[in-house]
Antibody, heavy 118, light 108 residues
């Protein structure tokens, strides 16, 4: 059974770079896109970006200038970096698997709460 | 971006009730619509994909319908485990993935 486990720093200061990692256990890494999604009371669920095993990425245009998603296929891990964070980036960040034939997110990580505060 | 509008925001119901949640897209998304259930402290769980296909392991009391811009999620007979928040999500190649703001189903 595929599981996603994620981790990252929980408290950042404004202007710092957010970093969250996600590891895939119990299933294939190739053949899927792997996404980052965040959730906050203000914006609800917001898709951030995605990557596949070969490193092809897609980003939400609203965040594209600050987002980098990368992958380490040998470790079956992918990563989110969000630069120049502000309080508006405070949210629960999820990694998730994309099923391309369904265009839906079928497996989710447990979530990483990130708070931006001076 | 394609905007997803869910209604109602909150729905009060009792066990055994038939419950219907609506999701409207700001432009046509064909049948690329998914529904998720989220409980407090948990990640969303996929229920329905391609508007009407039931995800494996999801009880048959959940069903979805619609195409184009209008979609519905129906719970035929609400069970105690179904009290949660439900979200719709769209896919369209010309837009980033977007979600509705959610419908909370609580006890009447």
């Amino acid at each position: 059974q595929v599981q996603l486990h994620q981790w990252g720093a929980g408290l950042l200061k404004p202007s710092e770079t957010l970093s969250v990692s996600c590891a895939v256990y119990g299933g294939a890494f190739s053949g899927y896109y792997w996404s980052w999604i965040r959730q906050s009371p203000e914006k609800g669920l917001e898709w951030i970006g995605e990557i596949n095993h070969s490193g092809s990425t897609n980003y939400n245009p609203s965040l594209k200038s600050r987002v980098t998603v990368s992958v380490d296929t040998s470790r079956k891990q992918f990563y989110l970096y969000l630069s120049s964070v502000t309080a508006a980036d405070t949210a629960l960040y999820y990694c998730a698997r994309v099923l391309l034939d369904r265009n839906a997110f079928d497996i989710w990580g447990q979530g990483t709460m990130v708070t931006v505060s001076s | 971006d394609i905007q997803m509008t869910q209604s109602p925001t909150t729905l009060s119901a009792s066990v055994g009730d038939r419950v219907t949640i609506t999701c409207r897209a700001s432009q046509s998304i064909s049948n690329w619509l998914a529904w998720y259930q989220q409980k407090p402290g948990k990640a969303p769980k996929l229920l329905i994909y391609k508007a009407s296909s039931l995800e494996s392991g999801v009880p048959a009391r959940f069903s979805g319908s619609g195409s184009g811009t209008e979609f519905t999620l129906t719970i035929s007979s609400l069970q105690p485990d179904d009290f949660a928040t439900y979200y719709c999500q769209q896919y369209n190649s010309a837009s980033p993935w977007t979600f509705g703001r959610g419908t909370k189903v609580d006890f009447k």
